[in-house]
């Protein structure tokens, strides 16, 4: 007996020693000098996409860094990028657990961070064939006319008194009232943006430093800091906001086919797709965070990137109002022929991705990538950012030039990997359509019907970014419209 507990720790020992030496032998990424506890946190400012990219241009287009206890793997090539996820998309396919998206997203049954397994491409199958195809995404597209006009009638009460509007309020309200409207056939009752304010104050949390996500030992620090309390609180007044809304669909009686909404959908599919309610909710947030901020935000630096270079906004309504004519308004269809203004949103989303890193990622097994192991449980984080205005990808990377997509076959879906606003793979937003259309008929609507001048008071306009996931501006953009019949 003796014998054989000896041979069993000698086996146990043997085990030990031999996967030590074979992790020794990995070949890891480039990595910077790290300090007990908190490994690399030391060198990530308030824009952590800005600090990656720093630390890539000194150690290499694939980094290794330590926040806290957790290993994470940063990618800012477009080699790199494809690597992860179209030659080894399997083995990065499933996302990290983060505690306050897991909050929010209830236990990671939307479907930007399920987890790949049947769950995950059953609630894909439901997004991209039932709730956001081209076909549904043409049943909207009275409400976004509706929504338009408003916004419109709104901005030209101020045309005559020359007063400045507060175009980032006017986009985020126009994109909270359109989501909800086709999602669950409702508007803010306060008549104002409270639930897009709502979607931003989401991913403000999601952006906020947890120690429970990259020290799990020190959880409890996140109770001292209120940040528990605030996603606990937020999630309470959105789960509480949408249990409400769902009732009332459950409640009220079949709609016309053609005028269901989102909610409507998705209760149809609970039985076909094995969706519960929790599940419902889920999608629903994926809806709202996806579809209200990263849209207005996108509108907003198409505004203020062409206010900088009148130029650009000169040859941008030109070509819109050329292609427009007599009519009064723009339409869906005159936005295809408007192949200026695509560059100028392409442009903009270069420079200002909805998300300046990719959702991350998370290796289920040790992977070679390009010559270099990274580890199972590595969190991987493809810095879009960086990428999108690397010099040796695209000339004067820094400026705003809409013309360098003039013969450039890049379309928004990632397929070069260079650029990727919408991610890439299998895991690409499955809102990409809906988002794109939005921004470009909003775009279009402002120049067509407007001139604009900066206030008095604002001799340059601030540029600067907001911290957080989402390249926000930092301050809100406040332009003073101009009725076309008067400039």
């Known amino acids: 007996m003796v014998l054989e507990y000896l041979l069993l720790l000698i086996s146990v020992l043997l085990l030990i020693r031999f996967r030590r030496a074979r992790s020794k032998k990995l070949n890891l990424p480039p990595s910077p000098s790290k300090l007990p506890i908190i490994g690399n946190m030391h060198q990530l400012g308030e824009f952590s996409h800005n600090s990656f990219l720093d630390l890539s241009r000194k150690y290499g287009k694939i980094l290794l860094v330590h926040l806290a206890k957790s290993p994470w793997v940063i990618i800012s090539s477009p080699e790199m990028a494809r690597e992860i996820m179209k030659t080894h998309d399997n083995e990065f396919a499933n996302r990290p657990v983060l505690t306050a998206a897991n909050v929010f997203f209830y236990g990671y049954t939307d479907v930007s961070f399920a987890p790949n397994n049947e769950y995950w491409r059953q609630v894909r199958k439901l997004f991209v064939q039932e709730l956001l195809n081209a076909k549904r995404i043409l049943s909207f597209k009275y409400v976004r006319e509706e929504e338009m006009t408003l916004v419109i009638e709104n901005i030209s009460r101020s045309c005559s008194s020359q007063t400045p509007v507060n175009l980032s309020e006017i986009v985020l309200t126009f994109t ?36 429970q996500d990259f020290s799990p030992a020190l959880g409890w620090i996140d109770s001292l800091t209120g940040l528990r309390k605030k996603v606990r609180s937020l999630h309470q007044e959105i789960d509480t906001y949408f249990e409400k809304v769902i009732e009332e669909h459950v409640s009220k009686s079949q709609q016309d086919g053609s005028k269901k909404d989102i909610l409507d959908l998705l209760l149809h599919g609970q039985v076909e797709y094995g969706i519960s309610r929790d599940n419902i909710k889920a999608l629903l947030m994926d809806i709202f965070v996806g579809g209200t901020e990263t849209a207005a935000t996108a509108m907003e630096w198409s505004m203020a990137e062409l206010m900088i270079k009148p130029h650009l906004m000169k040859k941008a309504q030109e070509e819109v109002r050329r292609v427009v004519g ?162």
């Open 176 to 211: 909270n009232n359109l989501v909800c409207r086709c999602s669950i056939s409702t508007k803010s009752k306060e008549g104002n943006s409270r639930f897009g304010e709502l979607s931003r104050d989401v991913v403000t949390l999601m952006s906020t430093f947890s120690f």
């Open 326 to 487: 007599t009519k009064s308004h723009v339409s869906e269809e005159d936005i295809h022929q408007m192949e200026y203004l695509r560059c100028v949103i392409k442009e903009v989303l270069r420079l200002h991705p909805p998300i300046s890193m990719l959702v991350p990622r998370v290796s289920y097994t040790t992977a070679n990538v390009l010559g270099y192991d990274i580890p199972a449980n590595t969190i991987v984080l493809i810095n879009a950012y960086a990428i999108q205005r690397d010099p040796e990808l695209w000339e004067n990377a820094e400026e705003f030039i809409p013309e360098r997509f003039s013969n450039d076959n890049n379309d928004f879906r990632g397929q070069d990997y260079k650029f990727m606003p919408f991610g890439s793979g299998r895991r690409t937003c499955p809102g990409m359509g809906f988002a794109i259309i939005v921004v470009e008929t909003v775009v279009a609507n402002l120049l067509f019907h407007f001139d604009w001048k900066l206030p008095s008071d604002v001799v340059d306009l601030d540029m600067g970014e907001a911290p957080g996931m989402n390249v926000n501006r930092r301050i809100p953009l406040h332009l003073v419209p101009v009725s076309r019949s008067t400039s």
